[in-house]
């Protein structure tokens, strides 16, 4: 008998057809081969039988992909390999399927947020055998799984509550619907005998300065399986354990082991734990993991300001500079390591250390957490439940739970993960949206938030923090109540000018942010409009927000005027979400340690569209990216106000204490100095500090043409008395020098006037050209320099033009605008 597993991968082969529905007639009678793991839109591309889903209007064109019932199928061989037993493995299936092996039906499943396994033993044969993946329409089965379980209120018309598939995928205000079906993870068959190793749960903790590791192995076994051992490995320690029917308890300790760390607290040092089962006396099975040893907790005890959110890593406080993560692709199966990679890394350099995995989206891969792991980014994994009111009846209680436990187990086991957290904005919609008398006395999700997820965490990861949802009071107020747990301020972007943020001092921000459009490149590759204009007609396709165009209008007003034409419109929408977003987190920052973190929305895009993302969905990096890495540098100094006047606050995100003369300026826009001081400084590690200004600093003579400068070495805050627009910023005079460096190209702009937030957009050279510094204002006679990283051949000196090298500045003068 074979004691080693045999796993065959089952990805060759494959074509998908159409079996019921309202499919084109080029389509509706073809096989067409297909990709797995994938989904339909990306077969049907790849055969050149639809145009590309995120061109133009092409989401409406393709909107009968949704409603169709698609059926996939493949042949392998197999003869007898020395096992008894062979299970089908489907890692994600998306996501009403019912699977047949060689005409018997062997799976029916609904959720595309678990895996399945089944025993195919009796349906396999010698020789070839047929595998059949029968998809329903996604949209109509979520109408009648809503008639069916009773409709219940949500946020968009799609009955997406009603489905256990990715919300986001019937569309979002930010988001493309496709409403596809395919085998979207892997497909395998696994052959073992005697046993094997069925779930590992980990937890890996510093212990009295070792490391800990405490493993609890389920095994499945054959009958007559003899007695079995477990082994575990890790840090060059090892320990065997007899297996005590379907389970083993085990802890290693290792010694000295390295305290995990979140990026800018420390080393990542990350230790491989080896699993093998064991019996008589060979190996039948193997599992492995990477595991960091670490310590984390949500502090929420009450203190005088109401009750604190203050994450504690290894016993060290964190200030939380966040952004909030949708699918980086709508059609889920195109994003792989490498795209998780450049995304990640995009995050790490923009000085942020923790994702929050929306629950609208997906659970994503373990190359995600895998990344986080080793890059120091904090991993914060809503449930996915968002934004609607769901039922607890089955079958989607039954469904809800095995996901539930399947993705606590394998994602607890990453020193990346500090959060779970029960849904998205469920329990303020709660209160606060009208459901209590839509909803009529139906259930609408409580029982999983405040119940079923505590109790599965209690039993699976005890070491893993939870929050019933985002935004949470844990002290039991309203769940938006600002001085408890965390909150969400979306009325700002909604209703009210940027400036009002200043009225909050939330604990904890786990959601608020600023729409802008994504790079030009990406927009016109996307759109192709003629004239192309803000309300152009695939402008407004790629514009999901309820009257976003409007928010984006009367967002910008306060503080410049509407340009007229296109270019410099998509110019001053970027910006405006840059200089929003970038105000609110210095205000927050400005409050620590009273605010302990901020959570923007969002780093990424999952298709070209107007967002709020940073990050466009071409990858490219908008403005609002510069105004986080600048936010969240690891040492920064702004000017607030305060009670008793303008104040200088700096806020010290580092190891070492922060000392020096800060110099506090007023000066005039031609760089006269009107009024000075010079003051000591001293801020803690980790901590922050304000040193009120001068009266004569703090007051303006002339309000529309002064400004407050405060600088402590290279590190420098602004302080302007009046919104540009009101202001007498004049044309940016400057002047441009490139170069052909290492890497691509230097561009050095040297101000001979006041310059606001000089930034380059590279890509209007060059599609991959980009540069990682931006929104920098300059006084007259300072220069700036900025490496721009493009492609070999390029010219550097197309980096002077007016079309890249943008300011403030040309929003405010007339004749630009």
């Not at 009958?223 to 379907?246: F, I, K, M, N």
């Amino acid at each position: 008998m074979t004691s080693t597993p045999i796993r065959t991968e089952l990805h060759t082969g494959w074509t998908v057809r159409r079996s019921h529905g309202p499919a084109p007639k080029e389509i509706a009678g073809r096989s067409i081969p297909a990709s797995v793991p994938g989904c339909v839109h990306t077969d049907l591309s790849g055969a050149s039988l639809i145009p590309d889903p995120y061109l133009d209007d092409n989401e409406a064109l393709l909107a009968w992909i949704g409603l169709v019932d698609w059926t996939y199928e493949t042949t392998f061989e197999w003869s007898p390999n020395g096992h008894t037993r062979h299970d089908l493995v489907f890692d994600g299936l998306d996501t009403v399927a019912t699977v047949r092996l060689n005409g018997h039906v062997v799976l029916d499943v609904a959720n595309q947020h678990r895996s399945y396994r089944v025993d195919v033993r009796e349906a396999l044969i010698d020789g070839t055998n047929r595998l059949e993946v029968a998809f329903r329409s996604p949209v109509r089965y979520a109408d009648a799984q809503s008639q069916a379980l009773s409709p219940r209120p949500r946020a968009y018309p799609t009955p997406f509550e009603a489905i256990r598939k990715s919300a986001c995928s019937f569309g979002w205000d930010w988001g493309i619907a496709t409403a596809t079906s395919g085998i979207w993870r892997p497909v395998r068959l696994e052959s073992w005998s005697v046993a094997r190793i069925a779930e590992v749960r980990l937890s890996a903790l510093p212990v009295d300065g070792h490391g800990r590791l405490s493993a609890q192995v389920r095994v499945e076994r054959e009958a007559h399986a003899p007695a079995l051992t477990l082994t575990a490995e890790v840090g060059g320690a090892r320990v065997a354990v007899p297996v005590s029917g379907d389970s083993a308890e085990v802890v290693v300790d290792v010694p000295d082991a390295a305290l995990w760390w979140p990026v800018g607290y420390g080393e990542q040092p990350l230790y491989d734990a080896a699993f093998v089962l064991s019996g008589a006396a060979r190996a039948v099975d193997t599992a492995a993991r990477r595991v960091g040893f670490r310590s984390v907790e949500w502090n929420t005890a009450p203190d005088a300001d109401g009750t604190p959110f203050t994450l504690v890593v290894n016993g060290q406080a964190v200030f939380v500079k966040g952004v909030n993560w949708i699918p980086d692709d709508a059609l889920f199966p195109r994003v792989d390591r490498a795209r998780y990679e450049r995304r990640l890394r995009q995050a790490v350099v923009a000085n942020l250390n923790l994702i929050r995995v929306w629950g609208g989206g997906i659970y994503e891969s373990e190359d995600f957490y895998e990344l986080c792991d080793e890059l120091g980014l904090l991993s914060w994994q809503d449930f996915l439940f968002a934004c609607a009111a769901y039922p607890e009846e089955e079958p989607i209680r039954s469904e809800v739970e095995a996901e539930a436990r399947e993705q606590i187990v394998r994602l607890s086991a990453h020193p990346s993960l500090v959060l779970l957290t029960g849904n998205n904005e469920n329990l303020w919609g709660y209160e606060d949206w009208g459901w209590k008398t839509e909803l009529d006395g139906k259930t609408w999700g409580a029982y999983y938030y405040h119940e079923l997820f505590p109790a599965l965490i209690g039993e699976l990861a005890a070491h893993v923090p939870y929050s019933p949802g985002s935004p949470f009071s844990p002290n039991g107020d309203h769940p938006n109540a600002e001085p408890h747990g965390t909150m969400h301020l979306w009325e700002q972007w909604n209703r009210r000018d940027y400036v009002t943020y200043r009225e909050h001092r939330p604990r904890f921000v786990a959601e608020f942010g600023w729409q802008g459009p994504p790079t030009w490149t990406t927009m016109t590759r996307a759109i192709s409009d003629e004239p192309l204009t803000p309300e152009s007609p695939g402008m407004i396709v790629h514009q999901k927000a309820a009257e976003g165009n409007v928010k984006l209008t009367r967002g910008l007003l306060p503080h410049f005027r509407v340009p007229n034409d296109t270019e410099t419109w998509h110019w001053a929408m970027q910006l405006n979400q840059a200089n929003a977003v970038g105000f609110a987190l210095e205000h927050f920052r400005s409050w620590a340690p009273r605010t302990m973190g901020a959570v923007v929305w969002q780093l990424n895009d999952c298709w070209p569209v107007t967002s709020w993302a940073a990050v466009d969905g071409d990858g490219r990096l908008k403005p609002l990216w510069h105004a986080l890495k600048n936010a969240f540098a690891p040492r920064v100094v702004t000017v607030q106000p305060r009670d008793s006047g303008l104040a200088a606050v700096f806020g010290n995100d580092t190891a070492e204490d922060w000392t020096g003369e800060v110099l506090l300026r007023r000066l005039s826009f031609d760089g006269a100095e009107l009024a000075s001081s010079a003051v000591a400084v001293a801020v803690p590690a980790r901590s922050s500090a304000t040193v009120p200004l001068p009266a004569d600093v703090a007051t303006a003579t002339d309000a529309a043409a002064e400004l407050v400068v405060a600088e402590i070495g290279d590190v420098r805050g602004f302080w302007f008395f009046v919104e540009p627009r009101e202001s007498a910023l004049a044309a940016a005079e400057v002047s441009v020098d490139t170069a052909v460096v290492d890497g691509g190209a230097e561009v050095r702009v040297t101000a001979e006037s006041l310059v606001r937030d000089l930034s380059l957009l590279p890509d209007r050279v060059h599609p991959d050209a980009y540069t990682e510094d931006g929104l920098i204002t300059l006084l007259p006679g300072e220069t700036a320099t900025f490496l721009v990283r493009h492609p070999q051949g390029i010219d550097p000196s197309g980096f002077a033009s007016s079309a890249v090298v943008r300011t403030a500045n040309e929003l405010v003068t007339r004749e630009h605008v």
